[in-house]
């Protein structure tokens, strides 16, 4: 059973730092592309960053380059992002993704399966 659970999410206020993590399991994580995204009230899911299998390639959207990091541990299974300088337009849940694509997907309709989500949200 494939399982992806996020958690490190929370309140802080602009300017701050948060470290999200996901830890999978049910299936063999080194295989799959995993990818962050984040679904504002009202707003359509989006692409956040992304992190080939071997964890030497990433991809991130223009809005957070620069300030977040995408890593992952195949050792520990588990997949983080690093979010610095955070500002209130990154409120928003926030998903982890797992793809089999061999590239490094961008889309969620490439991501067959989804954690549940952590809340962050930034205050001014």
């Known amino acids: 059973q494939v399982r992806l659970v996020e958690s490190g999410g929370g309140l802080v206020q602009a300017g701050g730092s948060l470290s999200l993590s996901c830890a999978a399991s049910?299936?063999?994580?080194?295989?799959?592309?995993m990818g962050w995204f984040r679904q504002a009230p009202g707003k359509e899911r989006e692409f956040v960053a992304v992190v080939s299998w071997s964890g030497g390639s990433t991809s991130y959207a223009d809005s957070v380059r620069g300030r977040f990091t995408i890593s992952r541990d195949n050792a520990k299974n588990t997949v983080y992002l690093q979010m610095n300088s955070l500002k209130p337009d990154d409120t928003a849940a926030y998903y982890c993704a797992a793809s089999l694509r061999p590239a490094l997907a961008r889309l969620p309709y490439e991501y067959p399966y989804w954690g549940q989500g952590t809340q962050v949200t930034v205050s001014s």
């Open positions: 049910g299936f063999t994580f080194s295989s799959y592309v």
